[in-house]
């Protein structure tokens, strides 16, 4: 289990020079503080709606709609809005990601969702207009010392992904290499596992296309 934890990270700044910052990853950063003022019964309603999700899926998905637009500017509505739709309408989903971006943007956890939607769309162009040519947590949130465990596992997958793409492979391996000792078990860890460590029929099938080629 992933603990509260000092983080001493190294990652390339806009110029692609390493930089060396630090900051603390905890259970009990605040990930979206429009959501904390949003009136405690609406908070409640919130969080029931996406417990529900488990068993009732789609149901909750109008009240959830319906609280999104009335309070646009709260991120962790469309979190859970499109966590609803991922489980039968991809397209929904994919379009509740669009517009938390578009409506909050400078959100940590929207600009990682988006960038997992242009990854799986190829478009790896948009990541470093995404995250405004910053390629590590402090440089982008200078005023920020705390990162919620899922920021940190998504802007680190995110990071993977890019960094693979462009062939920069040991800067991806950096960031895999923190995930691994941060949250071995984590969804991101497995999925950048996947992308750098693949297996023994992958590895062979590369050296075959290379020897090929």
């Given at each position: 289990m992933a603990k509260?934890?000092?983080?001493?990270?190294?990652?390339?700044?806009?110029?692609?020079?390493?930089?060396?910052?630090?900051?603390?990853?905890?259970?009990?950063?605040?990930?979206?503080?429009?959501?904390?003022?949003?009136?405690?019964?609406?908070?409640?309603?919130?969080?029931?709606?996406?417990?529900?999700?488990?068993?009732?899926?789609?149901?909750?998905?109008?009240?959830?709609?319906?609280?999104?637009?009335?309070?646009?500017?709260?991120?962790?509505?469309?979190?859970?809005?499109?966590?609803?739709?991922?489980?039968?309408?991809?397209?929904?989903?994919?379009?509740?990601?669009?517009?938390?971006?578009?409506?909050?943007?400078?959100?940590?956890?929207?600009?990682?969702?988006?960038?997992?939607?242009?990854?799986?769309?190829?478009?790896?162009?948009?990541?470093?207009?995404?995250?405004?040519?910053?390629?590590?947590?402090?440089?982008?949130?200078?005023?920020?010392?705390?990162?919620?465990?899922?920021?940190?596992?998504?802007?680190?997958l995110v990071m993977?992904?890019?960094?693979?793409?462009?062939?920069?492979?040991?800067?991806?391996?950096?960031?895999?290499?923190?995930?691994?000792?941060?949250?071995?078990?984590?969804?991101?860890?497995?999925?950048?596992?996947?992308?750098?460590?693949?297996?023994?029929?992958?590895?062979?099938?590369?050296?075959?296309?290379?020897?090929?080629?």
């Amino acid at each position: 289990m992933a603990k509260n934890r000092v983080k001493v990270h190294r990652a390339p700044d806009q110029n692609k020079k390493i930089v060396r910052s630090v900051y603390e990853i905890g259970n009990d950063a605040v990930m979206d503080a429009r959501f904390f003022k949003l009136p405690e019964a609406v908070q409640q309603q919130a969080n029931a709606l996406y417990d529900r999700m488990e068993k009732e899926g789609k149901l909750v998905i109008p009240e959830l709609e319906a609280l999104k637009n009335k309070y646009p500017k709260v991120p962790t509505l469309y979190n859970y809005l499109s966590a609803a739709y991922s489980r039968g309408d991809i397209v929904q989903q994919e379009r509740c990601i669009e517009e938390n971006y578009r409506v909050n943007g400078n959100n940590l956890i929207a600009r990682c969702h988006y960038g997992q939607l242009c990854i799986k769309r190829k478009d790896f162009d948009q990541i470093p207009k995404i995250f405004d040519n910053k390629f590590d947590l402090k440089s982008l949130y200078p005023r920020r010392n705390r990162f919620h465990p899922s920021e940190y596992n998504s802007f680190s997958l995110v990071m993977c992904y890019y960094f693979n793409f462009l062939g920069e492979h040991s800067l991806a391996n950096g960031f895999y290499q923190g995930l691994k000792n941060y949250s071995p078990d984590g969804v991101e860890t497995q999925q950048a596992k996947r992308l750098l460590e693949p297996g023994f029929l992958g590895r062979m099938g590369k050296k075959l296309v290379n020897a090929l080629g």
